[in-house]
């Protein structure tokens, strides 16, 4: 094959579409994001994805690693030293205040809760090594929420109070043990400053409420032990200038507190991580609504904006790092994010997308045998994707008897292989499939040059395909369309034109394609029937025919015509095939009989003892309503049943020849004549005309118009006659044009002739006035 008539392989996916499919994809874009809006918003309202939020912020917090100023540390006491009982203990807290004062420690913040114990000394020397510090040691009371739901205030004992004050601080926790954020004052204890701001160097923090940035690696907050301190481990200048927090080294239940980072920390971290944060400006928070509100109004954006789908997708994929971009910015900048409800957002959104792409798949994509159906490329016409060439479309002849034969895995096989072949020149022709159809787009624009692929198609196609152990003959036909003639609808052309072949006849055939306005005109064409024939649209033209010998008019042939006021005339074939197709045959029969008996009465009237012959569809012959339309037609217009005679065309159509007989020999019983229409051609044969009572044979025009050129035609023509005359049957001849053809007919016998060699068919009025002058042109008068 030559490259002109290479096969194209399937339309790359574009990014362009119609505006009425942009349009009603934006439509259902927009859907899938307000359903997803209205979950994660719902979920907002109820704060269903708080602990997911807060897993976020852990991984904010380790993501961070932030370096803490070194300006705090925490000495944690191991044992317990604000049991009443705990005099040891004690008086080894006083040792270190006394080691950390001899360091130089610019301020130490004292955590514990100290009531008078049961040993005076041990309370005295700790009292002691407190007042030492005169203004520079802060006692630290805790608010606390009491089993009332209320808060409550622990305080230390006035006996260890050292004149340096007192701050507060939050031991609030929510139920997973994590402290996020802190009150900046307290509304039972509000002349109180706060710890964290007093670690801060603040008197007060300026916001309502403080959030606390964990980012602070743990590990690098300076913190010793109590006894290393006592022991002397611990270097004075590590001490020297700092704030030192002083409590317990751990959480008392050991779960009560948890912190990103570090298990069982001491109680005092939060605050600490609070001054922190504090200091460093990391307090930074962005809340679920504005930032859920932001990533909906991206999405809506990519939507509306995005008119290419890559472009569309590319957005997509920068909304969706958009929220891990957040969450890792959040951590570096110091700031905390609530992404959660912006993620269910994202997810329910790309939960809709993916299933709505997965039906689309579903039902673009042929299960059994993976290629893509038929609407796949009948999309590609008539989104303007494909605009010049041909659409193909294979007929595989016998399929449905084939795949009954074979096991599922089997047919798939079958089929492709068939594919492989129709791909014998182009391994990347994009194949579709749909039934028994086979479809794909060609490149080549010269109908004739595709012809012959085809052909040698055909001929590959000869050969059986192997499957399994068994050979498996192939019947393949073609239907063709092109593109530039049929446009959008190029596919349903081609497998109509596919529909309509067969291997022995017409193995490739081309659509043959007809106007917009005419298919609408088809479309319409049956509902306009009724009303033609009430506004007389319809009507009935009347050829004569002659008897030879006499040179009377014998008798008329009713034919039935359409002229439309927009259209003209409408060709017979062309309404006939739509009454049957719309079940209006019945009705357009009685319409004409009754229009063609009215006519011969009134004929009969004038004196004029014509024969009216009527056409009858073969397909009408298969139900006794023929007969009750006929009688009761002869009954309505009063005409001679005996001047009737009934054509019957297209006898190739009865089904059943003794039914058909049966409804013959009823319509005989009323008294009119059966006529054999274009006999010699088609199924009206030597078998029909045995079988059928008919009365009358009509010579089709094919002999008739042919017997001055052929003998061949001429013998036929002289055979019929004949058998006609020895059956006592009349025959009569129709299609003569010219009086080369009335003189053969003439001589080999035929009496009766029809043609327009003798006259056109005549309206009524028309055929009155004929009938004299006819006569008389004969007679010489």
């Known amino acids: 094959m030559d490259e002109k008539t290479t096969l194209a392989p399937a339309p790359e996916p574009r990014d362009r579409k119609p505006s009425g499919e942009r349009s009603e994809g934006k439509l259902k874009r927009l859907q899938h994001l307000l359903w997803s809006g209205a979950v994660a918003f719902v979920m907002l309202a109820t704060m269903m994805l708080g602990p997911l939020d807060q897993f976020l912020w852990m991984i904010q917090s380790r993501a961070a690693n932030q ?57 005295a020397r ?32 006035a006996l260890f109070d050292s004149g340096g004050g007192r701050v507060s601080t939050d031991r609030w926790t929510n139920w997973l043990g994590y402290t996020w954020k802190m009150d900046a004052t307290h509304e039972i204890y509000e002349e109180t400053p706060l710890f964290a701001a007093s670690l801060a160097g603040q008197e007060k923090f300026s916001r309502d409420e403080v959030l606390i940035d964990y980012g602070f690696d743990p590990d690098l907050i300076p913190a010793y032990r109590l006894a290393q301190l006592i022991g002397g481990d611990i270097a004075s200048s590590s001490l020297k200038g700092k704030a030192i927090v002083v409590g317990p080294a751990s959480s008392d239940s050991g779960a009560d507190l948890s912190i990103p980072g570090k298990y069982n920390p001491p109680p005092s971290y939060p605050a600490i991580y609070a001054a922190e ?45 958009a929220l891990p971009g957040a969450l890792f ?55 303007n994707f494909l605009r010049s060439g041909h659409i193909v479309v294979a007929r595989l002849q016998g399929l449905e008897q084939v795949l009954k034969t074979l096991g599922s895995a089997e047919r798939s096989s079958y089929i492709l292989r068939l594919v492989d072949r129709l791909r014998a020149a182009d391994q990347e022709l994009a194949i579709y499939i749909d039934g028994h159809f086979l479809a794909w787009h060609s490149t080549e624009r010269d109908t004739s040059r595709l012809i012959e692929h085809l052909e040698g198609l055909r001929a590959i196609f000869a050969a059986p395909i192997k499957v399994g152990s068994e ?66 649209e319809i009507y009935c033209v009347y050829q004569p025919k002659i008897d030879m010998i006499s040179g009377s008019l014998t008798g008329v042939e009713a034919l039935v015509r359409w002229h439309d006021p927009e259209r003209g005339f409408i060709s017979p074939i062309k309404f006939i095939a739509q009454c049957e197709k719309a079940g209006r045959m019945e009705h357009l029969t009685r319409y004409v009989l009754q229009t063609a008996c009215n006519a011969g009465r009134l004929m009969h009237f004038r004196g004029s003892g014509v024969s009216m012959s009527v056409n009858i569809s073969a397909t009408l012959l298969n139900d006794m309503r023929i007969v009750g339309i006929v009688r009761n037609t002869l009954q309505a217009t009063g005409f001679d049943p005996q001047s009737l005679i009934l054509e019957i065309t297209e006898t190739a159509r009865i089904g059943d020849l003794a039914k058909a007989a049966t409804i013959l020999d009823e319509l005989k019983s009323l008294g009119l004549k059966i006529s054999m229409d274009d006999f010699g051609v088609g199924a009206a044969n030597f078998e029909t005309f045995y079988g059928l009572p008919f009365d009358e044979l009509k010579i089709d025009r094919l ?39 009335l003189q053969i007919l003439n001589e080999i016998g035929c009496r009766y002739v029809q043609g327009y060699a003798l006259a056109r068919p005549l309206s009524l009025t028309n055929l009155l006035e004929f009938k004299d002058s006819y006569e008389r042109s004969q007679t010489g008068t």
């Open 703 to 741: 002999f008739v118009d042919s017997i001055s050129r052929s003998e061949k035609a001429k013998a036929i023509a002289s055979s019929i006659i004949a058998m006609g005359r020895a059956a006592r049957i009349t025959v009569v001849a129709e299609g003569a044009e010219d009086d080369k053809t």
């Open 67 to 123: 370096q803490p100023s070194g300006d705090i540390v925490f000495v944690g006491s191991a044992v317990d030293v604000e049991g009443p009982s705990r005099a040891a203990e004690r008086r080894q807290l006083a040792d270190g205040l006394d080691r950390l004062r001899e360091a130089g420690a610019s301020k130490v913040y004292l955590d514990f809760i100290l009531h008078k114990g049961d040993d005076t000394l041990a309370d």
């Open 277 to 321: 944060t504090f200091k460093s400006g990391r307090d930074g928070f962005v809340g679920a609504f504005p930032l859920t509100l932001a990533f909906a109004a991206a999405l809506a954006a990519a939507i509306l904006l995005s008119r290419r789908k890559k472009v569309r997708r590319f957005a997509y994929a920068a909304i969706a790092l």
């Open 471 to 536: 050979s498996v003959d192939v019947g393949i036909t073609f239907g063709v369309a092109s593109i530039g003639e049929a446009g959008r609808n190029s596919v349903a052309a081609a497998a109509a034109a596919a529909e309509e072949t067969s291997e022995a006849h017409e193995p490739i055939k081309i659509a043959q394609i007809a106007s917009h306005h005419d298919e609408l005109w088809d479309i319409s064409l049956r509902a306009r029937i009724d009303a033609a024939m009430e506004a007389g």
């Open 126 to 157: 700790l009292a002691e090594a407190i007042k030492a510090y005169g203004n520079d040691l802060i006692l630290v009371d805790q608010v606390k929420p009491s089993l009332g739901g209320d808060e409550e205030v622990l305080r230390s004992d």
């Open 329 to 383: 910015g959040g951590a570096y900048l110091g700031f905390r994010t609530e992404l959660a409800y912006a993620g269910m957002l994202l997810f329910v959104y790309a939960a809709q997308r993916s299933r709505a792409r997965w039906r689309l798949r579903v039902a673009n994509i042929d299960n059994d045998t993976g290629l893509e159906k038929l609407r796949v490329i009948e999309r590609a016409v008539s989104q």
